[in-house]
């Protein structure tokens, strides 16, 4: 799944490239007996069919086959990018700890930032609230609040011809993420190693090792080899429940753009949010990256994610602080 190795090259080379660590990870579909199989979107289609032909069902040694478990990697996957549009209708807040180590290993220096992560007309924006664990002073806020302003205008007198950019943009976004996920699952040797507890909800674990001789279709699949991990898996939802990815070999991007070194490693959590949508509760990780070839990144981080609040999708954000909704 995309997650696998994209959003984590995205953490590590945004934490190089700015300082700042990335946004976070997924969600995932809803379950409401209520909605018919004709007002799901098509994407949440596919991954519901796709669930229901899954067979599961190990052998007498307790085990899935390899052809099990790439098809179930396949409909995670899924199911992981239709999280990522569904994480757009929750606002939620995101703390930060950066710790910035010496060559030794030891914490030389501690960053912490608390942001409020809203969506403004499709756009998800952070409005940084506090540091180290205090409220911004007036000014700082101040700032923070022309910020959200300038985005706000923007969209708002967004063109018919620049939306209509926008929105082709993002669906080729989306279009190279469908091909990622094919790529995923042929990447890699699955093994189950077993079941375990996650959040009290019974999960499987998997293992993933680079399959030797597997050739990329896409450019970014490339890095794919450079990466294992272990995987668990909700046994109900058949959401990604945890991960813990681990870098074996340096990732090199471009010749002199970035290189993530071996041992880099990043582990997620997520929760189940209001019975419809699994969402990021916490991320660790530690990157030992490389810019240009001159700037050194050496850091553990922790990502926590709270206060998951779904809000109306229909309604208009005009200013701070103010919501319109459509006339009726």
Known sequence: MKILVL???????????????????????????????????????????????????????GKLSQEQMVKLFRVVADKDMENDRRLRDYTYIERDVQNNLDGKGKTKSTEIKTYEVLEIYGEQVQR????????????????????????????????????????????????????????????????????????????????????????????????LSKFRGRVWIDKDDLQLAKMDIEAIDTVAVGWFIARVHKGTRVMLEQTRVNDEVWLPKHVTFKLDARVALLKGYNIDGDQTFRDYKKFRTTSKIVGIGKVEDPPK
């Open 7 to 61: 959003a984590f090259l995205g953490l590590a080379l945004s934490v190089a490239a700015a300082g700042q660590q990335e946004p976070s990870a997924p969600a995932a579909p809803p379950k409401n007996d209520d909605v018919s199989a004709a007002d799901q979107p098509p994407a949440d289609r596919s991954a519901a069919e796709e669930a229901a032909k899954l067979d599961l069902n190990p052998d007498a040694q």
């Open 128 to 223: 940084l609230i506090e540091k180290d664990d205090k409220p911004l002073d007036s000014k700082g806020s101040a700032k923070e609040e022309e910020k959200i302003q300038k985005i706000i205008d923007k969209r708002k007198n967004e063109s018919d011809e620049e939306r209509k950019k926008r929105e082709q943009k993002e669906e080729k976004e989306r279009a190279q993420g469908r091909k990622f996920v094919t790529e995923v699952a042929d990447a890699y040797n699955f093994r189950l190693v077993g079941t375990e507890p996650v959040g009290g909800r019974e999960a499987w674990v998997i293992e993933g090792e680079p399959r030797p001789g597997f050739e990329p279709h896409i450019k970014e699949a490339k890095f």
